[in-house]
């Protein structure tokens, strides 16, 4: 199962919307880059019109400053990436500037621009050289600041020529501007309920705080909205999937621990009675992403994942699965996915990088995940078909909670090639964990031409196979449903204790969305587990 995003978690019984379908067109790299352009240019606009005042944001010094990032950023990018001889990622180095360009009040001082060109450079050095096996650890937009901070500090540089964060992108005429760009991050990214939690938790303890000590209440919510980027924090910083936890409530824990972070400087002194004070920071908005991002390190793959290609083979027409071999040992639970990193000269707009669901239990010495091909595949799958055995391939994050419970009784509906993730829980062996009342509703295009069929059938569970045409040999405990796609009443005839079961659903967006509405009434309830990219 094949994507360029996670898999959605959520309840939604509406039908793939517009949205989306236009969102899952472009790679996450690419939407983030013309967002952060659009704001940039709505920003040049506002200063020109005089909306944003002229005196703080001159459009001379805020097109150097962005220049002056622009060019650092991506000239250290390919430095380092020459220094430590892997490919430089431009486009992060772009956003990277571009996020930072929203942090610093624009400026035509030389000294000035030299820290900024030295907090550029820095960003994109924390990459590589804070990073733990390959993996780099925090946000390279919140260290970059960090390090010039404690730089500035060691250098005992004059307060006066300090370069100092404002976060100037919570300016109020950017507000309504910064809260679609957000959405459309966390909807992209489906992590809406992470960037809710944040924002929700800073708010409460910044707008109590204010009104704890003396703030009137109308004030209080002025100043947060107005004084705090929370809404950019949440949509462009804080929802990086590289830095984040696997599991969805330890994401919703780092959120919320970035939440009382950020309040920190206000929450203090109406808790305490004191001022607040750490070291040489004046702000704790960079400091409460690292300990988010220290969250995600603690919790999640503690190294890079390097994969060594070993075979591919057609399981099913048109669709392949890849086997690798991992360099280290990757920590997964059946039914999460890995986001691969396959560079390639001419990538199309999709991107560099696809999630997919692995297909092999965490017991086994091998990695494998499965895909479909298509005639006219993007450029992605055309390099990974590409791969010959003894080719190395990266993986950045292992993540998901598409995990079965193995002490309820279960219907599993699969779609295609969404029946990796079930795959990977059905081949524990049989004194391990699996589910242990399952059945599986697998809808196929050929009965005969069923992926992974023999580790199905070794997993002994009932399938009801959906196809048009039943399949010329039926294992014991398989039953046939004809139909071109999964239908809640046949299931209920062919499942006699369907009001029993919780449903996982896995496949095509429309599919899942589908199948989700329409068993509702006939399960005890469901989870989802979508990918586009088919």
Same mark, same amino acid.
């Given at each position: 199962?094949?994507?360029?995003?996670?898999?959605?978690?959520?309840?939604?019984?509406?039908?793939?919307?517009?949205?989306?379908?236009?969102?899952?067109?472009?790679?996450?790299?690419?939407?983030?880059?013309?967002?952060?352009?659009?704001?940039?240019?709505?920003?040049?606009?506002?200063?020109?019109?005089?909306?944003?005042?002229?005196?703080? @944001?001159?459009?001379?010094?805020?097109?150097?400053?962005?220049?002056?990032?622009?060019?650092?950023?991506?000239?250290?990018?390919?430095?380092?990436?020459?220094?430590?001889?892997?490919?430089?990622?431009?486009?992060?180095?772009?956003?990277?500037?571009?996020?930072?360009?929203?942090?610093?009040?624009?400026?035509?001082?030389?000294?000035?621009?030299?820290?900024?060109?030295?907090?550029?450079?820095?960003?994109?050095?924390?990459?590589?050289?804070?990073?733990?096996?390959?993996?780099?650890?925090?946000?390279?937009?919140?260290?970059?600041?960090?390090?010039?901070?404690?730089?500035?500090?060691?250098?005992?540089?004059?307060?006066?020529?300090?370069?100092?964060?404002?976060?100037?992108?919570?300016?109020?005429?950017?507000?309504? @501007?910064?809260?679609?760009?957000?959405?459309?991050?966390?909807?992209?990214?489906?992590?809406?309920?992470?960037?809710?939690?944040?924002?929700?938790?800073?708010?409460?303890?910044?707008?109590?705080?204010?009104?704890?000590?003396?703030?009137?209440?109308?004030?209080?919510?002025?100043?947060?909205?107005?004084?705090?980027?929370?809404?950019?924090?949440?949509?462009?910083?804080?929802?990086?999937?590289?830095?984040?936890?696997?599991?969805?409530?330890?994401?919703?824990?780092?959120?919320?621990?970035?939440?009382?972070?950020?309040?920190?400087?206000?929450?203090?002194?109406?808790?305490?009675?004191?001022?607040?004070?750490?070291?040489? @920071?004046?702000?704790?908005?960079?400091?409460?992403?690292?300990?988010?991002?220290?969250?995600?390190?603690?919790?999640?793959?503690?190294?890079?994942?390097?994969?060594?290609?070993?075979?591919?083979?057609?399981?099913?027409?048109?669709?392949?699965?890849?086997? @690798?071999?991992?360099?280290?040992?990757?920590?997964?639970?059946?039914?999460?996915?890995?986001?691969?990193?396959?560079?390639?000269?001419?990538?199309?707009?999709?991107?560099?990088?696809?999630?997919?669901?692995?297909?092999?239990?965490?017991?086994?010495?091998?990695?494998?995940?499965?895909?479909?091909?298509?005639?006219?595949?993007?450029?992605?799958?055309?390099?990974?078909?590409?791969?010959?055995?003894?080719?190395?391939?990266?993986?950045?994050?292992?993540?998901?909670?598409?995990?079965?419970?193995?002490?309820?009784?279960?219907?599993?509906?699969?779609?295609?090639?969404?029946?990796?993730?079930?795959?990977?829980?059905?081949?524990?062996?049989?004194?391990?964990?699996?589910?242990?009342?399952?059945?599986?509703?697998?809808?196929?295009?050929?009965?005969?031409?069923?992926?992974?069929?023999?580790?199905?059938?070794?997993?002994?569970?009932?399938?009801?196979?959906?196809?048009?045409?039943?399949?010329?040999?039926?294992?014991?405990?398989?039953?046939?449903?004809?139909?071109?796609?999964?239908?809640?009443?046949?299931?209920?005839?062919?499942?006699?204790?369907?009001?029993?079961?919780?449903?996982?659903?896995?496949?095509?967006?429309?599919?899942?969305?589908?199948?989700?509405?329409?068993?509702?009434?006939?399960?005890?309830?469901?989870?989802?587990?979508?990918?586009?990219?088919?």
């Amino acid at each position: 199962m094949t994507s360029n995003r996670p898999p959605t978690r959520s309840g939604r019984s509406s039908s793939l919307s517009k949205c989306d379908q236009v969102l899952d067109r472009v790679s996450m790299y690419r939407l983030v880059t013309l967002l952060l352009c659009v704001l940039a240019a709505i920003a040049f606009l506002f200063s020109a019109l005089g909306v944003l005042d002229r005196s703080v @944001f001159p459009l001379g010094g805020m097109a150097l400053a962005l220049i002056v990032l622009l060019s650092a950023s991506v000239a250290a990018s390919r430095l380092f990436g020459l220094l430590f001889r892997v490919r430089p990622h431009t486009e992060s180095a772009v956003i990277t500037a571009l996020l930072m360009w929203f942090l610093y009040w624009p400026t035509t001082s030389a000294s000035m621009l030299v820290w900024l060109a030295g907090a550029a450079v820095a960003a994109n050095a924390s990459k590589y050289l804070l990073a733990w096996r390959g993996r780099h650890v925090f946000n390279p937009a919140a260290v970059g600041p960090v390090l010039v901070v404690i730089i500035q500090e060691l250098a005992r540089i004059d307060p006066a020529d300090r370069l100092y964060t404002t976060w100037w992108v919570a300016s109020e005429p950017l507000l309504p @501007f910064v809260l679609v760009a957000a959405l459309l991050v966390l909807r992209r990214t489906h992590r809406i309920a992470l960037g809710v939690v944040f924002v929700v938790v800073a708010a409460a303890a910044l707008i109590g705080s204010l009104i704890a000590q003396g703030t009137g209440a109308g004030e209080a919510i002025r100043q947060t909205a107005y004084s705090y980027p929370l809404v950019f924090l949440a949509g462009f910083m804080l929802s990086e999937p590289l830095t984040l936890p696997p599991r969805r409530w330890q994401q919703l824990s780092a959120a919320a621990l970035a939440g009382i972070v950020v309040a920190l400087p206000v929450l203090w002194p109406a808790l305490t009675g004191h001022p607040f004070g750490f070291w040489a @920071f004046t702000s704790t908005t960079e400091l409460a992403l690292l300990a988010a991002n220290l969250v995600g390190f603690a919790c999640g793959q503690r190294r890079g994942i390097r994969l060594q290609l070993r075979d591919k083979q057609e399981i099913a027409a048109s669709t392949w699965e890849f086997t @690798f071999e991992p360099v280290r040992p990757v920590r997964f639970a059946p039914g999460q996915y890995l986001e691969l990193h396959v560079p390639h000269a001419g990538a199309d707009r999709r991107g560099t990088r696809r999630v997919f669901s692995i297909s092999s239990h965490p017991d086994d010495p091998e990695l494998t995940i499965a895909l479909r091909v298509p005639q006219q595949p993007s450029s992605f799958k055309q390099a990974l078909m590409e791969l010959h055995p003894g080719d190395q391939v990266r993986a950045t994050t292992v993540s998901g909670d598409f995990v079965l419970p193995d002490d309820a009784p279960l219907l599993l509906v699969a779609g295609g090639i969404g029946i990796t993730p079930f795959v990977s829980a059905l081949s524990a062996p049989a004194d391990g964990r699996r589910p242990a009342d399952a059945v599986l509703a697998y809808g196929v295009p050929d009965g005969d031409d069923i992926a992974y069929r023999d580790r199905l059938v070794a997993a002994g569970l009932p399938v009801v196979v959906v196809s048009p045409t039943a399949p010329a040999d039926l294992p014991a405990h398989w039953s046939h449903v004809a139909g071109t796609q999964i239908d809640a009443d046949a299931l209920a005839a062919a499942v006699p204790d369907l009001d029993t079961r919780r449903a996982y659903i896995s496949g095509p967006p429309a599919m899942v969305h589908t199948v989700r509405a329409a068993l509702r009434p006939h399960v005890t309830g469901t989870r989802s587990d979508y990918f586009s990219g088919y």
